[in-house]
C-alpha cells in the first residue's frame, strides 16, 4: 500500500484541538496572511461562482479553485431556518488535492474551519479599507460566526470595543459570556441604531432569507467601514439599496459577487473594485475620511484554498489528525477488480 492512497482527515475534534493548541487568534491573523498571500498571486487560480442548489429552505454549494499545483473545493450549505430546528445555519467540508496526481492529500471539517477564514477574510478587508485608528465595531447578528468576526477585528484591526445586538437578545448574552475575559469592551444593544453609536466600523452577520433590510440609509454616516457578512445568496440581503449608492463597494470575486451579494440589488455595471486590486497597488482603497467603505463580502473559493493549505501545513508533525484510507490502491493499478476478489477470498 503506498502512503499516497492514506489521506489525512481533520475532524471537527481534531480541528477544535488544533485550534485551541495554535490560539485561536493566532489563527485568525495566520489566515488572513494566508489569504492575503493567495489575492496578491489571483491570476494564478481558476475562477468560477460556486454551484449552487437551490431549495425553497436553503442552499447546498460548491466552491472549487486551483493554483495549478493544488486544487481545492468546500462544500457548503446555508439554511437560515436550521436554527428553530437546533441545527447549524451553516456547515461545510473540504477536500485539497495534488494536482500532478488529481489524488486528495486533505479532507477537513470546515464548519468551524469558514467561521475562522470568515472572520480572518473581514477583518483583512477593514485593514485595507475601514477609517484609520476605527476602535469600536457594531456586531449586528451575533449567532455562530459572531465571536469570531470580534476576535479576527480584535486581532488583526485593533478593535477595542464591541456593541452587539440581535433580534433575539439570548444570542447576544451569549457572545457577551463567550467573549468575557477577551479584552473586548462589550456593550449589549437593544436595536441596530443603538449599535451602531459610535463605530467606525458595522458588521452585519444576520441570518434570513429574504431581502432583509438590517440598515437602513439614514443610520450609516460618513467615514464608515461596513463589513456586510450575511448577505450572500440571490434573494438574502442586509443593506437598504441607498446605502449601496453611497458607498466604494469592495468584492471579492465579481461575477459570484453580482449573483449573491448586497450588488445584486444594483444594475449588472455598476462600478464595484475586487480587493486583490488594492493588496496588489492595482486600485485605491479608501480615498477620503469621509467615504463610506463596503466589504460586500460572500465568502470566495480561493480564502478555502487559503484555509486548507494552511491546516495542511500545520498538522504535518502533529496528533491532530487521522489517516482515512480514502483510495482504491491495487498493487497493479489496472487490477481494481482483482483487488475485490483478493479481499473477497482473504475474508
Ligand atoms: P446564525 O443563524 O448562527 O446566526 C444568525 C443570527 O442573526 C441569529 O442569532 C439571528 O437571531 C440573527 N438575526 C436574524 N435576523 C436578524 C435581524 N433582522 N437583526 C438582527 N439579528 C438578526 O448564522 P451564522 O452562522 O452566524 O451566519 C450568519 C450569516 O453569515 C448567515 O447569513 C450566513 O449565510 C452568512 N455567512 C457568510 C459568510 C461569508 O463568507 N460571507 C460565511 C459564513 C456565513
Not at 490560539?23 to 493567495?38: F, K, N, P, Q, S
Amino acid at each position: 500500500m503506498s502512503r499516497l492512497n492514506i489521506v489525512p482527515f481533520v475532524s471537527v475534534d481534531n480541528m477544535m484541538k488544533l485550534v485551541l493548541h495554535l490560539g485561536v487568534e493566532r489563527v485568525l491573523t495566520d489566515l488572513a496572511a494566508c489569504i492575503e498571500a493567495d489575492f496578491r498571486r489571483w491570476e494564478a487560480f481558476d475562477k468560477t461562482p460556486r454551484i449552487a442548489s437551490h431549495s425553497p429552505v436553503g442552499v447546498i454549494e460548491l466552491m472549487p479553485t486551483s493554483d495549478g499545483a493544488l486544487y481545492g473545493f468546500k462544500y457548503v450549505n446555508g439554511h437560515p431556518k436550521n436554527l428553530k430546528e437546533g441545527l447549524q445555519t451553516v456547515t461545510a467540508f473540504g477536500v485539497l488535492a495534488e494536482v500532478a496526481t488529481g489524488y486528495p492529500v486533505l479532507l477537513s471539517e470546515m464548519t468551524i474551519l469558514t467561521a475562522l477564514r470568515t472572520a480572518a477574510m473581514s477583518a483583512l478587508a477593514a485593514r485595507w479599507l475601514a477609517p484609520p485608528g476605527a476602535r469600536t465595531m457594531a456586531l449586528i447578528g451575533n449567532g455562530a460566526q459572531a465571536e469570531f468576526q470580534a476576535l479576527a477585528f480584535r486581532a488583526i484591526c485593533g478593535i477595542g470595543a464591541v456593541r452587539l445586538y440581535d433580534i433575539d437578545p439570548a444570542a447576544t448574552a451569549k457572545c457577551v459570556r463567550n467573549l468575557a475575559g477577551c479584552g473586548l469592551e462589550l456593550t449589549s444593544c437593544t436595536s441596530p441604531e443603538e449599535a451602531i453609536l459610535g463605530a467606525q466600523v458595522i458588521t452585519t452577520c444576520t441570518a434570513d432569507k429574504q431581502y432583509a433590510t438590517i440598515l437602513t440609509d439614514n443610520m450609516v454616516g460618513a467615514g464608515v467601514h461596513i463589513n456586510a457578512v450575511g448577505g450572500d445568496c440571490p434573494g438574502k440581503t442586509e443593506l437598504h439599496r441607498d446605502i449601496l449608492l453611497r458607498s466604494a463597494i469592495f468584492t471579492e470575486y465579481t461575477p459570484q459577487t453580482r449573483i449573491e451579494g448586497e450588488i445584486q440589488q444594483l444594475p449588472p455595471d455598476h462600478p464595484v473594485t475586487e480587493l486583490w486590486r488594492v493588496m496588489t497597488g492595482a486600485a485605491p482603497g479608501r480615498q477620503d475620511a469621509r467615504a463610506i467603505t463596503l466589504f460586500d463580502s460572500v465568502g470566495f473559493a480561493i480564502e478555502d484554498f487559503s484555509a486548507l493549505r494552511y491546516v495542511h501545513d500545520r498538522i504535518r508533525g502533529t496528533r491532530f489528525f487521522e489517516e482515512l484510507d480514502m483510495i482504491a490502491d491495487p498493487d497493479e493499478p489496472r487490477d481494481l477488480y482483482g483487488m475485490l476478489l483478493r479481499a473477497q477470498a482473504a475474508a
